[in-house]
Nanobody
Framework: VQLQASGGGLVQPGESLRLSCVVSGSIFSIRDMSWYRQAPGKQRELVAAINSGGNANYEDSVKGRFTISRDNAKNTVHLRMESLKPEDTAVYYC??????????????WGKGTQVTVSS
């Protein structure tokens, strides 16, 4: 099972980005899918999560600006980020609980994609 994230980049404050993460491999099912971020010198934190039924929750600082969504048919999770602020600068990681064909339920991480918000 592999998670491949994409969509990061350098943007100015107030601009938007859309991150995507595709889960590939021998998969039976995917449960919760999430985005975390880690800024320099800080611990990794949960940004947003969505369960298989589409229910989402968000870290307080991104509520109203970020939207997480998933496409179960494509094993993909997205994070739409709007009104970006310099404090959103971090490496963003996708995470998923996956039932693989060769294993039970297990957590998997993507490699991360850099988001930099700067004028």
């Amino acid at each position: 099972v592999q998670l491949q994230a994409s969509g990061g980049g350098l943007v100015q404050p107030g601009e938007s980005l859309r991150l995507s993460c595709v889960v590939s491999g021998s998969i039976f099912s995917i449960r919760d899918m999430s985005w975390y971020r880690q800024a320099p010198g800080k611990q990794r934190e949960l940004v947003a999560a969505i369960n298989s039924g589409g229910n989402a929750n968000y870290e307080d600082s991104v509520k109203g600006r970020f939207t997480i969504s998933r496409d179960n048919a494509k094993n993909t999770v997205h994070l739409r980020m709007e009104s970006l602020k310099p404090e959103d600068t971090a490496v963003y990681y996708c995470h998923a609980y996956v039932l693989g064909r060769n294993a039970g339920w297990a957590p998997y991480w993507g490699k991360g994609t850099q988001v930099t918000v700067s004028s």
